[in-house]
């Protein structure tokens, strides 16, 4: 196998960090701080009005992040010296790996659900409220419950993701 050169490397490396900082930090200050915010100070009718447009304009940095990460993260571990081949876990460093990756698979899902079912679900109902018609408070409630969930549920998994890079990080 030929050197890659330190330059190809270290932009790989620096691209991985800011496409994490990018969907790892829009995801926490969204759920952390954003959406409590929002539930407490505008009305349920306003809440699904904004949080609707903030989520279209977020979920395509999110994707675009997804696939910067994996596309540079894949290059980093083919250059890893202890990458032994695809699905090869003989080591610490592999385990980390395969278990870090198993949680992003997991995170892509509950990004497709609230992507392509929640959101557009909270969308209609806002554009269906905007028009005058009767919304059930049940299924706006329901629905609400559901992006928040998916979002703790996005942020836990992110920490275990960061939990499982750092220990393979620290594998020599």
């Given at each position: 196998m030929s050197?890659i050169?330190?330059?190809?490397l ?9 496409a994490?900082?990018?969907?790892i930090g829009g ?6 701080l ?9 009305t349920?009718e ?14 395509p ?6 696939v ?10 083919s ?11 003989h ?13 992003v698979?997991i995170l ?8 392509w079912i ?9 554009m269906?409220q905007?028009?005058?018609k ?9 629905l ?8 703790r549920?996005?942020i ?5 993701v ?11």
């Open positions: 050197e050169p330190y330059w190809v270290s932009l790989a490396y620096w691209l991985h960090m800011l994490t900082v990018v969907w995801m926490f200050v969204l759920s952390v954003i959406m409590p915010y929002v539930k407490k100070n505008l349920p306003q809440r699904i009005s904004f949080l609707s447009g903030l989520q279209q304009k977020f979920q940095v999110g994707w675009l992040s997804l910067v990460l994996g596309a540079t993260g894949m290059f980093q571990m250059e890893h010296p202890l990458y032994e081949g695809f699905l090869s876990i080591n610490n460093w592999a385990v980390a790996l395969f278990v870090k990756h198993i949680l698979v892509v899902v509950f990004m497709g659900i609230m992507t929640t959101l557009p679900k909270l969308k209609r109902l806002a269906a905007n028009l005058g009767a919304v059930d408070p049940i299924e706006r409630s329901k609400e419950r559901s992006e928040i969930t998916i979002n549920i996005n836990v998994l992110s920490i275990l960061l939990l499982f890079t750092a220990l393979a990080r620290s594998v020599m």
